[in-house]
């Protein structure tokens, strides 16, 4: 406590020695902008998507992506969901149309999100830390897309990644592609990527007799923290309340594509030995304890059989290191971050052992959402947006969603869907239309 107070006023006498002004004064005037421009709160912010996936369709919601289908679509006899209509005989033609209305709307999708995440980036003064990109980064791992993840994402973007891989990188396509040169490319991209990074992940390369084995889970962990290095202050009210001095940091854990997905294969001379990142993360939060960092899991799916296991361990770890929390005066935080339900942009907050946890479906390419995480000394928030394309909504390019509160106590689960303005009219309508069949079936109880 004291020494806190000591720092705040080293730092205090620090920032203001060249403005020659009173440290009384100044919190009686309230803080001059001009002086001291660059006092702002400490924030670490990460944005998370999923599913760039080259090539899939959009989502249906995806309404401007549908529009600049339609003629095309029309052309190949195929439906909003690019199938084709009844009755039509399909042939080598209308599969080719198929393939390139799938090709113009996964474009277009990823086209309007980088889009509006560049905006988005440019017009923050503190820049993210990361994107998180959680898997399904191709639609078949297929040479010729990964080279347009790699054009339109990977070679240049302003600020670092963050990457897993989903299902449709490795999973769907073992056994279904040549030679399984699909998932070996997904594969050693990747690990190649992590090595780049000199992230440390769960891999080991040998070399039996002529034969490359590689063994593990591919999960690896990171700490992310705010970009501002300054010494930086916060007043409330004009009364100065603390001073941060340093940076905020998470703990960023990926899995890759699910908790408990493991795979053996070979492509030609090399194994892959890809174990599930169960053991893993039992490690690592054995590891990192009752840490005061937020620890962020993410990976491509959790539905079903996956967010059950990830629950237990959770509720597990929160036994074991809740008591060390409480006598510290801190809170659990903790959360799960994925995608792969193309059309779900949502958050429910868990109630484990009195703490939220919250699990969220971060938001794809293919529906244009994706989610903004921020964190300050004091508060955690996640906020959808809708990305945009600027010449239909006149440049309006981001549609800000819902923020939702991540950690704290609570005492039941409780869930949120991001909405945007086109969702939000249709979930009127449905209700409305419920609300007038109700009162007609009230209304023949009435007359039989
Ligand atoms: C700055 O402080 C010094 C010493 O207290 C004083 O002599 C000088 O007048 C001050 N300058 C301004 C611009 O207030
Ligand atoms: C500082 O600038 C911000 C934004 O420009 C403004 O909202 C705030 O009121 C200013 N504070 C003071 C003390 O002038
Ligand atoms: C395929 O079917 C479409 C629509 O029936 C037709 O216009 C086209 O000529 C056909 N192509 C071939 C190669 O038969
Ligand atoms: C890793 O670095 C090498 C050498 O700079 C480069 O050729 C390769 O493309 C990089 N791979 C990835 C995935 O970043
Ligand atoms: C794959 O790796 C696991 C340990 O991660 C090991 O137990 C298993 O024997 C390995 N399988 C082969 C075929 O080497």
């Known amino acids: 406590m004291w020494l806190t107070f000591l720092l705040l006023l080293t730092t205090i006498n620090y920032a203001f020695a060249e403005t020659n002004v009173t440290i009384t004064e100044d919190i009686q005037n309230g803080l001059d902008n001009s002086t001291f ?18 090539h899939f369709p959009c989502e249906e919601d995806n309404v401007q992506c549908k529009l600049v289908s339609k003629r095309p679509r029309s052309r190949f006899f195929l439906n909003s969901r690019l199938e084709f209509i009844d009755g039509v005989e399909v042939n080598e033609t209308l599969r080719q149309g198929r393939d390139s209305c799938t ?52 070679n240049n973007f302003p600020i670092p990644f963050i990457l897993g891989l989903g299902n449709h990188d490795y ?70 309340q603390m001073c941060i001095p340093g940076k905020l940091c998470a703990f960023v854990i990926q899995l890759n594509n699910a908790i408990d997905y493991n795979v053996e294969f070979s492509s030609l001379f090399v194994k892959w030995n890809i174990s599930s990142p169960m053991k893993y993360l039992h490690n690592e939060l054995n590891l990192l304890g009752s840490t005061s960092l937020p620890i962020l899991l993410n990976m491509h799916q959790c539905e079903s059989m996956h967010i059950h ?27 799960a971050f994925y995608a792969h339900m193309h059309q779900r942009h949502e958050v429910t907050l868990e109630c484990i052992e009195g703490y939220k946890v919250p ?3 971060i938001g794809s390419v293919p529906n244009n959402r994706f989610t903004k995480f921020d964190m300050t000394a004091s508060t955690a928030t996640i906020t959808g947006y809708k990305a945009r394309d600027s010449l239909m909504y006149n440049g309006e390019i981001l549609e800000q969603l819902e923020t939702v509160d991540l950690w704290g106590p609570c005492v039941r689960t409780e869930h949120f869907r991001f909405e945007d303005h086109v969702t939000r009219k249709r979930r009127d309508f449905i209700r409305r239309n419920r609300n007038q069949a109700d009162f007609s079936s009230d209304a023949s109880a009435l007359f039989f």
């Open 37 to 54: 421009p660059t006092i702002r709160e400490d924030t670490l912010t990460l944005l998370l998507m999923g599913d760039t996936q080259f």
């Open 309 to 335: 296991k990830i629950k237990m361990m959770l509720r597990r770890w929160m036994l074991t290191v809740k008591k060390s929390f409480e006598s510290n005066h801190r809170v659990p935080r903790i959360g």
């Open 359 to 361: 699990f969220v479906y």
């Open 171 to 240: 999973q769907n396509n073992i056994n279904d592609c040549a030679l399984n040169f699909c998932a070996h490319t997904m594969l050693s991209w990747y690990t190649d990527y992590v090595k780049n990074m000199s992230l440390v992940a769960d891999i080991q390369r040998k070399t039996v007799k002529f034969d490359v084995e590689f063994t593990g889970s591919l999960a690896y962990t990171e700490t992310v923290c705010s970009s501002s290095s300054n010494f930086l202050l916060y007043f409330y009210s004009s009364t100065l």
């Open 103 to 154: 090709k113009i709307e996964s474009r277009f999708a990823n086209r309007v999100q980088r889009q509006a995440l560049d905006a988005l980036i440019s017009s923050m003064d503190y820049k993210p830390a990361a994107l998180v990109i959680n898997g399904d980064l191709t639609d078949f791992g297929h040479l010729h897309q990964l080279h347009e993840f790699r054009q339109v994402w990977y």
